[in-house]
């Protein structure tokens, strides 16, 4: 009986092991040169292929294997839409600045560093005032 028990608990013991080890990945992220908190400006006067990010947008396919990422930023012509972002991809970088003001993507080959805010900003200080006119 002791046997049977420490059998069935090595059994599950392995299960969830391998379980949680599934869900692990390592991270390959490539490391960022210079500055993070730099603004789209100060990009463009490098000489950056830097653009204005119009929109980044995670895409859920159940017929692939991982989620994708949509983008699309403008240039002189419109908006340029990018739809081979893999979600395991090493080939963008998300950097997130709450002081951003103009989100961007800056190019450098195949590499794409999204700049952006962050998504929700949690206690923030309260806005008061009066609406004077709706637009």
């Given at each position: 009986?002791?046997?049977?028990?420490?059998?069935?608990?090595?059994?599950?013991?392995?299960?969830?092991?391998?379980?949680?080890?599934?869900?692990?990945?390592?991270?390959?992220?490539?490391?960022?040169?210079?500055?993070?908190?730099?603004?789209?400006?100060?990009?463009?006067?490098?000489?950056?292929?830097?653009?204005?990010?119009v929109y980044f947008?995670?895409?859920?396919?159940?017929?692939?294997?991982?989620p994708s990422y949509?983008?699309?930023?403008?240039?002189?012509?419109?908006?340029?839409?990018?739809?081979?972002?893999?979600?395991?991809?090493?080939?963008?970088?998300?950097?997130?600045?709450?002081?951003?003001?103009?989100?961007?993507?800056?190019?450098d080959g195949i590499?794409?560093?999204?700049?952006?805010?962050?998504?929700?900003?949690?206690?923030?200080?309260?806005?008061?005032?009066?609406?004077?006119?709706?637009?």
């Amino acid at each position: 009986m002791k046997k049977l028990k420490k059998i069935t608990t090595l059994i599950l013991l392995s299960i969830v092991c391998s379980t949680a080890l599934t869900g692990c990945r390592a991270l390959k992220s490539k490391p960022i040169k210079g500055e993070t908190n730099i603004s789209y400006q100060k990009m463009k006067k490098q000489n950056k292929r830097t653009y204005p990010l119009v929109y980044f947008e995670n895409v859920a396919n159940t017929f692939k294997g991982s989620p994708s990422y949509v983008i699309g930023y403008r240039k002189e012509n419109g908006v340029v839409v990018k739809k081979t972002l893999n979600a395991d991809s090493e080939n963008y970088k998300e950097i997130v600045d709450p002081d951003l003001d103009v989100p961007y993507v800056v190019i450098d080959g195949i590499d794409y560093y999204i700049h952006r805010p962050p998504y929700y900003i949690f206690n923030q200080e309260k806005v008061e005032g009066e609406v004077s006119e709706k637009e």
